[in-house]
């Protein structure tokens, strides 16, 4: 539908982004250690997504990237090691805020589980922390060194002045790595088999353990028709998840194809851009499989979804197009002009659970005013309300005059989300950054009777603020 130009309106922020030092706070780690961002590193923006409609287990608002962490003894005050982390930074509107860490890479120091010790590749790492930093709780598993053995998992209720309290969580967020090959080989409606190939390349994290986790990654997997022959293999993003009630799903979203036909039928391999997500609540044996095939000769995309049950498999009517949400052209009317896409968006990730509901994630090039900037973006959709989003993080400005006045290109890290209801009804929000002082922050409900102003002082870009070295 077209999209009605709106003005934007000042808002005060809690403070400005100096620098544009993507670093968050110091999370306690173990006794009389913390974990902080290497002073001397930046996060590498790599995925954000929505204010709302945010496709779960995707944590609402959240921004990824990667960057460097140091393990700082706090009784010494030296630093013991250092480890790299995917990471996930989040705030919501009652000010709570949630930290994950994907540790991808040890550098320095001994690793293992101990106090003091760097965490092995694979743990996992999570603080929430409520509004006024007064309480929070600290999550940890930790992966096994060496290799092979228990995971060790704790959960701290953390307060100021009042002490520690361990929680005695045995989820293992963990668990949703391996994700892939526990939900494969996946059966498809057509009788077609998906087996991953090799391993899993691990790219980002979200959710909020010990509650919900999810990895996302890029894998090659392999279709095997029903007398178990190769059919051919394809590349693509992939997300598994795993909750506190056991339940674990797989979302795939391809990307290449290597040798074979490529269609719709049997036999053939998925085309690029075709979506499938597997969920199961039990132990592998019943679950829940949609795809979304794209039609390589311009057709209507063949979309399924069957339910596998103790007393046979059964179709799930559905009409749900998850790959309507690869898409989004439309321009953005915004502050007097237009944020116009560039050429074609490069697909980066998939989440939430369709037929329910999707977030596809990409990277895009954006003309606006006078200038251009890079973005990564989310869109998503769902079956269950008539909503779509799309949300825009600002990697990287190409070209004209940065700033917030009107006109002017957002400076990276800024944050636009526009969530459209259908009918002419939209809400369009903007966290500007602002080098100078208060970002600029404005949401406006957009309707076919005229567009009002919502107070809001909500700062999406707070989770990118460069903080001191002190526990959460």
Not at 76 to 97: C, H, L, M, R
Not at 209 to 238: C, K, N, R, W
Request: aromatic content about 8%; cysteine-free; hydrophobic content about 35%.
């Amino acid at each position: 539908m077209p999209r009605r130009r709106i003005a934007r309106t000042m808002g005060a922020a809690a403070s400005g982004l100096l620098g544009v030092a993507f670093i968050p706070a110091a999370i306690a780690f173990a006794d009389d250690y913390e974990i902080i961002p290497d002073p001397s590193s930046t996060e590498t923006l790599t995925g954000v997504y929505g204010l709302e409609n945010t496709a779960p287990p995707a944590e609402t608002g959240s921004i990824q990237g990667y960057q460097e962490f140091e393990d700082y003894d706090t009784t010494t005050k030296q630093v013991v090691g250092t480890f790299d982390a995917d990471e996930s930074n989040s705030i919501d509107v009652t000010g709570d805020t949630n930290t994950a860490l994907l540790v991808t890479s040890d550098g320095t120091g001994t690793v293992g589980t101990a106090a003091g010790d760097i965490p092995a590749v694979g743990s996992v790492i999570d603080n929430y922390t409520y509004a006024g930093d007064e309480f929070g709780y600290v999550y940890s598993a930790l992966t096994s060194t060496p290799p092979g053995g228990a995971d060790t998992v704790s959960d701290t209720f953390t307060t100021v002045g009042y002490g520690d309290f361990p929680v005695g969580s045995t989820f293992d967020a963990i668990t949703a790595e391996s994700g892939v090959t526990a939900l494969s080989p996946t059966t498809l409606a057509d009788g077609d088999e998906i087996e991953p190939v090799g391993p899993e390349n691990f790219t980002a994290i979200s959710g909020a353990p010990p509650y919900d986790m999810a990895v996302q990654g890029t894998q090659e997997f392999e279709i095997l028709g029903s007398t178990g022959t190769e059919i051919g293999t394809f590349d693509a993003d992939v997300t598994t998840t795993t909750d506190l009630a056991g339940t674990t799903t797989e979302g795939i979203l391809v990307t290449s194809d290597g040798s074979g036909t490529v269609g719709t039928a049997a036999g053939d391999l998925p085309a690029d851009g075709s979506i499938f997500n597997v969920i199961d609540y039990e132990d592998g044996a019943y679950p829940e499989v949609y795809s979304d095939l794209v039609s390589p000769t311009g057709g209507a995309d063949v979309i399924s979804a069957t339910d596998k049950t103790f007393f046979g498999t059964f179709d799930i009517p559905t009409t749900f197009d998850a790959v309507a949400s690869e898409t989004d052209d439309a321009t953005i009317p915004f502050d007097g002009g237009d944020i116009t896409p560039v050429g074609s968006e490069t697909l980066t990730g998939i989440n939430g659970l369709p037929p329910a509901d999707v977030a596809i994630q990409g990277t895009q090039a954006f003309d606006f005013g006078s200038g251009s900037f890079d973005a990564d973006v989310t869109t998503t959709g769902t079956s269950v309300y008539d909503e779509t989003t799309e949300t825009i993080l600002v990697t990287s400005d190409t070209s004209g005059t940065v700033g917030t006045a009107a006109g002017d290109v957002p400076a990276v890290g800024s944050v636009i989300d526009v969530a459209n209801y259908g009918s002419g009804f939209e809400t369009v929000y903007s966290d500007l950054i602002s080098s100078t002082g208060a970002n600029v922050i404005s949401e406006t409900f957009v309707t076919p009777f005229g567009d009002f102003a919502i107070p809001s002082t909500f700062d999406a870009t707070s989770g990118l603020m460069a903080d001191t070295i002190s526990a959460f």
